[in-house]
């Protein structure tokens, strides 16, 4: 390899290290340490069990019940300190049975009861602290918390949960519905606002407002629509239709955010057809025109089949992005038996504490949507004409 190759080839990575650091932090990294953590009993509550600190003298006292520092007997004192009991009761950190037995050998009780009646411990430090300085052996075990590997017992364990196949088919019932209803919708929008007719512009934007438009505010906004007093029920009220609680009917809760997410995606997508409309030359339509192909004629047999491209990159990320639907989901749903996988993924780890088993549930949705999108990619091919 010549020299010149070799600047060239050191100078270009070095342009793009900046990217391939953000890319490895925050995507290559999160999928390998959900892959790891799929087979273990992760608890992120017991990350922390080590890191919190705490005034070691004022836990010591709470325990032995001390309310005066002077005339202490050490012997006493060592007699009513169980190490074991202090650090789980008092400390509140979990230790395993291999844990407790090291600590029953080899944590110096007599050293921290000196140094209690000393004032030595009047300090805050954390878990890994305490056993650094009182454990005479094995202090690694304590050095932080560690998951427990437990195999393939998540994914059995998914396999056997009737909640996860009840969001795993919302998701499925979300995507099949959603996807086609806006990508039509988004079709014939941009159809629409590619005549050339008076006020063209005020229609583009207010198509395309809800899709730029915070999703929090959106879902607060059809929260109002939806309840009982709102305005679907009202209008529904003059044709005799009792009001309906649309977010707490399990029958109505998915397809009412159903309707809002195309409502909201619909604009974007409108964009993407729109610029592909622009982009099919003029003298391709005159020229179908002349051969006496007009309206719908023209629109399934010249236009749709030109529009390949976009129609396969907007099912692509429409099928993406309904199946992994969570926010609206988060602000508007709280019925369990309506919860999409991604927020069930959610539930599970911040809710439950269960990242282990969120791990291993985001590990499988990853590779069904992988697996789905190869499929949809096989059946709408993106082909270009010109």
Do not use: C
Request: glycine letters at 4%; aromatic letters at 16%.
């Amino acid at each position: 390899m010549k020299r010149t190759q070799i600047r060239e080839w050191t100078a270009g990575y070095l342009l793009i290290l900046p990217i391939i650091a953000i890319i490895g932090t925050f995507i290559i990294y999160p999928i390998v340490a959900s892959v790891y953590y799929s087979f273990t009993n992760y608890n992120p509550l017991r990350q922390m069990e080590y890191k919190n600190t705490f005034n070691l003298q004022d836990q010591l006292e709470q325990y032995l019940l001390v309310f005066n520092m002077k005339g202490l007997n050490t012997q006493h004192l060592l007699s009513q300190f169980d190490p074991v009991d202090f650090i789980q009761t008092q400390l509140g950190i979990k230790i395993d049975t291999s844990q407790k037995s090291a600590i029953k050998k080899y944590f110096d009780s007599k050293k921290l009861i000196d140094d209690f009646v000393s004032m030595k411990t009047n300090e805050r430090i954390n878990g890994t602290e305490l056993f650094s300085r009182y454990m005479t052996k094995d202090k690694n075990m304590f050095a932080g918390y560690i998951p427990t590997w437990v195999g393939f017992q998540n994914f059995l364990h998914m396999i056997n949960d009737n909640l996860f196949w009840t969001t795993l088919w919302n998701s499925v019932f979300f995507a099949i519905v959603v996807t086609p209803v806006q990508t039509f919708l988004a079709l014939i929008l941009a159809v629409a606002v590619n005549q050339k007719i008076k006020g063209i512009k005020f229609f583009k934007l207010s198509f395309y407002i809800p899709s730029v438009t915070s999703s929090a505010a959106i879902s607060m906004l059809f929260m109002l629509l939806y309840s009982k007093p709102g305005l679907i029920n009202r209008i529904l009220g003059f044709i005799g239709i009792p009001p309906i609680n649309w977010l707490s009917n399990t029958s109505t809760a998915l397809p009412a955010v159903m309707a809002m997410n195309v409502w909201t995606t619909a604009g974007y997508f409108m964009i993407v057809f729109l610029a592909g409309l622009q982009n099919i030359p003029k003298d391709l339509i005159e020229a179908s025109e002349l051969d006496g192909a007009i309206g719908w004629t023209r629109f399934w047999k010249i236009i749709m089949p030109l529009l390949r491209p976009q129609i396969s990159y907007v099912v692509t990320l429409g099928l993406i992005g309904t199946l992994q639907v969570f926010d609206q989901i988060y602000f508007l749903i709280q019925n369990q038996q309506n919860y999409t996988t991604a927020m069930y993924i959610y539930v599970n780890a911040f809710n439950y504490n269960q990242m282990g088993y969120a791990s291993a549930i985001a590990v499988f949705f990853l590779a069904f949507i992988m697996i789905l999108t190869l499929i949809q990619r096989r059946f709408v091919k993106e082909e270009s004409y010109f």
